[in-house]
Structure formats: structure tokens, C-alpha cells
């Protein structure tokens, strides 16, 4: 496939990565998912928020942004007489999780190809035609 320029015009939209996921999209929710998508039976709160390295009321508010959007299951329980809280993906967070993985891979791709390209020639303005006011 070739890599249209920012002026043809099946370039529209080349760069909008809509697979991104905004919700995912924050560091600390990003290192809760790719926890949780590591270990596919859950992790306790207190693993979880050592792996992540949040206190508790950041990992709990970012876990009720990850539950609200169905992406992420809370269960509370006991063990031992001892409160737990077992959090993992849901099969939707899961799915949806591993899609915006590949989006963000292409992202990454794209702009390390830019970046190792040999550089095209420009204009002294930079683009042709233009000029600074």
C-alpha cells in the first residue's frame, strides 16, 4: 500500500487513529489495562496497585472510570475473613483493549518511519507556494 501525502486525496483522515480509545488513553488507566490483560484471572487491589504504583484512591477512581465503561469487573469478597477486591477485564475490555494496542502500534510505526526516513527536500518555507505573512 502506498503512503499517500498530506495533499492526495485518500490521505483524508490518514492520521486520526480512530481505534484509539480515550479511556484508555491515560497513563495510569493504560498500566491498569496492560496489568489486567496480563494476568487473565484478575489481580488482587493491592497487586494491582503495587504494579501500577497508585495509591489507593487513584487506582480506585480509575477503576470506576474503566467499570462504568464495561471494560473492567470489580468483585468484592473475602478470603481468609480478610476483605479483597479482585479486579479484571471483562470480555468486551479485553477485546477492545487489544484493537487499541494494534492502533497504537500503528502510531508508533508511523511516526518511526518519519523519523528514520531520509528527510525530503523542502522549500525554504516549508511548504511550496507558501510564504510567512
Excluded at 20 to 34: C, D, N, Q, T
Excluded at 81 to 108: A, H, K, M, W
Excluded at 126 to 131: L, Q
Aim: net charge neutral; glycine share 8%.
Amino acid at each position: 500500500m502506498s503512503n499517500p501525502d498530506a495533499t492526495s486525496p485518500d490521505s483524508s483522515g490518514r492520521f486520526a487513529y480512530d481505534g484509539l480509545e480515550r479511556v484508555f488513553h491515560e497513563k495510569a488507566r493504560l498500566g491498569i489495562m496492560s496489568s489486567l490483560v496480563t494476568h487473565p484471572k484478575g489481580l488482587l487491589f493491592n497487586d494491582l496497585k503495587e504494579l501500577c504504583r497508585l495509591t489507593d484512591g487513584n487506582l480506585s477512581r480509575h477503576l470506576q472510570v474503566l467499570h462504568d465503561s464495561g471494560f473492567v469487573e470489580v468483585w468484592k469478597g473475602y478470603h481468609q475473613n480478610r476483605p479483597q477486591t479482585l479486579c479484571r477485564l471483562t470480555d468486551r475490555g479485553r477485546s477492545r483493549f487489544l484493537e487499541y494496542i494494534t492502533v497504537l502500534e500503528n502510531v508508533v510505526a508511523d511516526a518511526h518511519k518519519a523519523a528514520t526516513s531520509a528527510p525530503a527536500p523542502v522549500a525554504k518555507a516549508g511548504i511550496e507556494g507558501w510564504s510567512p505573512a
